[in-house]
């Protein structure tokens, strides 16, 4: 079945820095691939996704890259703020809303 | 937030004994998915429903039933819990199959002792 594997699994960065977070999928047919943040005892919440249409997305201070070819996808987030300190999960799904989610990459923003 | 509420929020249980969870949601979803939480694993799929009585395993069933009898609420039930199952059990749903954006409750912390 399908997989998306994570990495790093922390990360710690100066204010100011940049932080990249990637992923890999195993299924090709994958096309959906949204990122969670979720902050300390809070809910996962949607931060930015992309469709397999698309290379790159762009939403302010982050942006999601693709490449099908590789099945890899990452997570940029520029200029970082100690209120991005937070669990950032990956997810990948072929459509139909069974989303498989990476392991997790808690990032720490050092002021 | 999609208007998604988990109750109840917080449950210390012992080993063997039944436990339901509940979601409620009242954005007329049609797609209500059950996931459990635990360190270095992510989220991982238990149960999923695609409408009132429709409902199909995910990738972490063994141990859980679910229902679905109303579009607004999904049940999950541990018919005898076991300390493995001891998480933070998330509720999410999404509109249609052709809209991906799944949206959180705000969780359920259960404890098995």
């Known amino acids: 079945g399908e997989n998306v594997e994570q990495h790093p699994s922390t990360l710690s960065v100066q204010e100011g820095d940049s932080a990249v977070i990637k992923c890999t999928y195993s299924?090709?047919?994958?096309?959906?691939f949204p990122w969670y943040k979720q902050e300390l005892g809070k809910r996962p919440q949607l931060i930015i996704d992309i469709r397999s249409n698309v290379g790159e997305k762009k939403d302010q201070r982050i942006a999601v890259t693709l490449n099908k070819t590789a099945k890899h996808f990452s997570l940029h987030i520029t200029e970082t703020q100690p209120e991005d300190s937070a669990v950032y999960f990956c997810a990948a799904t072929r459509g139909g809303g069974k989303l498989i989610f990476g392991q997790g990459t808690e990032l720490s923003v050092k002021p | 937030d999609a208007g998604i509420t988990q109750s109840p929020r917080h449950k210390v249980t012992e080993t063997g004994t039944p436990v339901t969870l509940r979601c409620h949601q009242t954005e007329n979803h049609r797609y209500m998915y059950w996931y459990r939480q635990d360190p270095g694993h992510g989220l991982r799929l238990i149960h999923y429903?695609?409408?009132?009585?429709?409902?199909d395993k995910g990738e972490v069933s063994d141990g859980y039933s679910v229902s679905r009898s109303k579009t607004e609420d999904f049940l999950l039930t541990l018919e005898s819990a076991t300390s493995s199952q001891t998480s933070v059990y998330f509720c999410?749903?999404?509109?249609?199959?052709?809209?991906?954006?799944?949206?959180f409750g705000p969780g359920t912390r259960l404890t098995v002792l």
């Open positions: 429903s695609y409408g009132v009585k429709d409902t």
């Open positions: 999410a749903t999404h509109e249609q199959a052709s809209t991906d954006t799944q949206y």
């Open positions: 299924d090709s047919a994958s096309n959906y």
